[in-house]
């Protein structure tokens, strides 16, 4: 068995292409051991294309991808044991009852966990005999996490884990991406949801048309550039031109939704005073003052854009 010094998966100069469209472009990092890595991008960014890569279901045009130490294709025998794979359709057989479901892939693994466990774990435990297709939306994904982790996978791949979850079952899920890491194991982790990336990935990486735009720990990726932000709220429709016109250079504060005012700089006790003094000019009283450092999505905005992709 390859050895597992070295990083859980390495992408290296990676390219693909489907006829005149490149979906990836050149895409270049690493997931170290024991560590959850979100993988970030705009529908149509290549983060599919990516996974499926590293996943062994589609061959890159260019550049290497290895997986454990293995080539996720031309080792595939030896890695498929190793890893485990939440597919975002589920993957299951519309008739099949949950626990066959789920007793079906754990019997593929030399050690699985107990799926009784599993089930219990994720809340399916009343669930074991209804058929697939009679599951919601939000039981069909937690089976599909649980038949990626049956097999006790050194690696995982997982595709929007928590999309149509209720907020009690998004947090069991967290907890369990959490243990997963404290046990050793590597998630490589795909979500639309910013605030899931920023509370459980340890490194992420932002594409967009196949290239990384940005990459670091949330910490880094939230502190480049503007370095917080002051909110505030006030009567909808405010002029700002005053208010920017009073500000240091390289301030736009704007309204954000009626009657929430966003100022994004370096947020001082000069800059606090100045929105303070314009809002009594204005004769309007500034009400939920509060300064955040920038969250994931801001940057996530900034970077990618705001127009809604297909």
Not at 179 to 206: F, K, N, P, W, Y
Not at 228 to 248: M, V
Request: aromatic share 4%.
């Amino acid at each position: 068995m390859t050895s597992r010094l070295g990083p859980a998966v390495s992408v290296d100069g990676v390219v693909k292409r489907y006829g005149e469209t490149t979906a990836v472009d050149g895409l270049r990092f690493d997931v170290e051991q024991a560590q959850v890595f979100a993988l970030l991008g705009p529908n149509g960014a290549g983060k599919t294309t990516t996974v499926e890569m590293c996943e062994g279901f589609v061959r890159p045009d260019a550049g290497t991808v290895r997986v454990l130490g293995l080539d996720p294709i031309a080792d595939s025998e030896q890695l498929r044991p190793r890893i485990g794979v939440m597919l975002q359709g589920g993957g299951a057989y519309p008739g099949a009852r949950a626990g066959e479901m789920l007793d079906l892939v754990a019997a593929y693994s030399a050690d699985p966990i107990d799926p009784d466990w599993l089930l219990a774990t994720l809340g399916l435990q009343d669930n074991r005999r209804t058929p697939y297709r009679r599951l919601s939306g939000g039981q069909q994904q937690r089976l599909a996490l649980a038949c990626a982790l049956v097999g006790r996978p050194e690696i995982v791949f997982l595709d929007e884990p928590t999309a149509g979850l209720d907020a009690q079952a998004r947090l069991i899920v967290w907890e369990l991406i959490d243990a997963l890491r404290r046990d050793g194991v590597s998630v490589v982790l795909t979500t639309h949801m910013m605030d899931e990336a920023e509370q459980l990935a340890d490194q992420l990486v932002i594409i967009d048309h196949g290239e990384i735009v940005a990459q670091g720990t949330p910490a880094e990726v939230t502190a480049h550039g503007a370095a917080g932000q002051l909110r505030f709220c006030a009567p909808p429709k405010l002029d700002l031109a005053l208010l920017k016109s009073a500000l240091p250079e390289g301030f736009s504060p704007r309204e954000t939704s009626p009657g929430t005012y966003l100022v994004e700089g370096e947020i001082n006790p000069q800059v606090l005073a100045t929105v303070t003094a314009w809002c009594a000019r204005m004769d309007v009283l500034a009400t939920d003052i509060r300064i955040d450092a920038r969250r994931l999505e801001d940057v996530f905005l900034e970077l990618t854009g705001r127009d809604l992709r297909g």
